[in-house]
């Protein structure tokens, strides 16, 4: 089962694509089995208001085991979550202009990635529990053996 089934929107996937455009973004539909993908169709209108979501089959879907409590509790939150794309979906972005962050002019660049020598190297080697120049050791951080 699709995501986008899931979502009750069949087996149509939506996907966002930035057009390149000054005018924002371009909407692309794509079907179950297609690889070339193909402009709005009315098929998005099914997607407006979706079926509520059917919890138990996400997660058999996913692979994860639920009680029913945990399905009763789960469902208004993954609608809810559903309503804000469904709010997204609905926001008109032509009068925005694309960048890299809302807080950011696109045209300034990054400062250059350059190594820093921290100049009180002494109090560092003070403060950590163990030491083996040049090497600082620190406890396994990931549960791998």
């Not at 059917?54 to 994860?64: F, G, N, P, Q, Y």
């Not at 694309?98 to 045209?107: E, G, K, Q, V, Y």
Request: proline letters at 8%.
């Amino acid at each position: 089962m699709s995501v986008a089934s899931a979502l009750g929107c069949g087996a149509a996937f939506l996907r966002h694509l930035s057009s390149g455009s000054r005018s924002g973004s371009t909407l692309i539909l794509l079907r179950a089995g297609r690889t070339k993908p193909r402009p709005y169709s009315s098929s998005l209108a099914r997607c407006a208001a979706p079926e509520p979501p059917d919890v138990s089959r996400l997660a058999d879907t996913a692979r994860i085991s639920l009680t029913p409590e945990e399905v009763e509790q789960f469902a208004p939150k993954i609608r809810q979550v559903i309503d804000w794309f469904g709010q997204l979906q609905a926001v008109d972005l032509e009068s925005i202009e694309p960048s890299l962050r809302a807080d950011t002019d696109a045209s300034t660049s990054q400062r250059e990635d350059a190594p820093e020598t921290f100049g009180n190297r002494e109090a560092i080697i003070a403060a950590v529990p163990s030491y083996d120049d040049p090497y600082i050791k620190v406890p396994k951080v990931l549960n791998k053996e």
